[in-house]
């Protein structure tokens, strides 16, 4: 039998003796590496949905446009996105609101007036050098507020509103959720009687 060098040996010890800690520092680290951020789990963290209701106006409707919003608010979704349905305080059959804090829905609204000319200043008039937002074949109008985003349709009978709070981002977008039941449940207004931001070329 041949003996083998000394320091041959003691290379080989040598070897052994850092490739065992090696190996265990790269275990830890792929371990910890497939852990779940738990920093990032609790800033996805639901917020809790009070169970008060939504504190909405319901202004009395005549008898044609409330059938309309009674058919919209029956065919809304049970939540849009994440955020579900909630109960509101008054006109369930023309309000509607979903998650905390709320993005409310109200049909019947007074419809935005656009203005009559770049130099109208008539107060509350639609700007008309606005641009409005074709979505799903629904036109609306977006006004930004301190607190909330209110976008409301252009191009229908019967005006509906949505109304997105500033913690959300993208407020068309979230009005955007509504447009198909908006399309199956509201005619549209005739096409002279559209904003030509509404029209379709």
């Known amino acids: 039998m041949v003996n083998k060098d000394p320091a041959t040996r003691a290379a080989a010890l040598w070897a052994t003796v850092i490739a065992v800690p090696v190996a265990l520092l790269v275990g830890v680290l792929a371990f910890i590496a497939i852990q779940p951020d738990k920093s990032e789990k609790a800033d996805n963290t639901p917020v809790a949905i009070p169970s008060t209701p939504v504190v909405m106006d319901a202004p009395k409707l005549d008898d044609r446009t409330a059938t309309v919003c009674l058919a919209v608010t029956s065919q809304l979704p049970a939540t849009i996105r994440e955020l579900p349905a909630r109960v509101v305080s008054a006109g369930p059959e023309q309000n509607a609101a979903y998650g905390e804090p709320p993005v409310t829905v109200s049909c019947g609204v007074p419809a935005p007036v656009m203005c009559e000319s770049l130099k109208d200043e008539t107060p509350g008039c639609v700007p008309m050098d606005t641009e409005l937002l074709i979505m799903n074949r629904v036109c609306w109008y977006a006004k930004i507020g301190a607190d909330a985003a209110t976008v409301t349709t252009m191009d229908r009978e019967v005006p509906v ?19 198909d039941t908006i399309v199956e449940t509201v005619k549209s207004k005739p096409v002279a009687e559209m904003p030509s931001g509404c029209q379709i070329s």
């Open 161 to 179: 509103a949505v109304t997105v709070p500033n913690t959300y981002e993208n407020p068309a977008q979230w009005a955007n959720e509504f447009s």
